[in-house]
């Protein structure tokens, strides 16, 4: 069965970094788009990045474009969330999913299978 685990969460001060990654099995990663997404206390699960199936092309949302940068390495079946300039905002659970379609990067609806997450706190 497929299975998504990510890793790389923690306690961060303000300002600094953490790399998140998430570790594909059960599936041909190469097929698959894949996000981060993320979900505070009391929020809705939001959008964070994304990255279509060669890693050729990326998307962000506007609050982490220029901090944080997806990367994927499909010889490792894994994706990688790399978070600079963190803020007392980014905290949040974070969680990867595969997206099949390929399509509609920011939208969680299209998304097929989800890993557990992983915490991220960042104190100010």
């Known amino acids: 069965q497929v299975q998504l685990v990510e890793s790389g969460g923690g306690l961060v001060q303000a300002g600094g970094s953490l790399r998140l990654s998430c570790a594909a099995s059960g599936l041909t990663f190469s097929n698959y788009a894949m996000g981060w997404f993320r979900q505070a206390p009391g929020k809705e699960r939001e959008f964070v990045a994304a990255?279509?199936?060669?890693?050729?092309?990326?998307y962000y949302a506007d609050s982490v474009k220029g901090r944080f940068t997806i990367s994927r390495d499909n010889a490792k079946n894994t994706v990688y969330l790399q978070m600079n300039s963190l803020k007392p905002e980014d905290t949040a659970v974070y969680y990867c999913?595969?997206?099949?379609?390929?399509?509609?990067?920011?939208?969680?609806?299209?998304?097929?299978?989800w890993g557990q997450g992983t915490q991220v706190t960042v104190s100010s």
């Open positions: 990255i279509n199936w060669s890693g050729g092309s990326t």
């Open positions: 999913g595969t997206n099949r379609r390929g399509s509609y990067y920011s939208s969680s609806t299209v998304y097929d299978y």
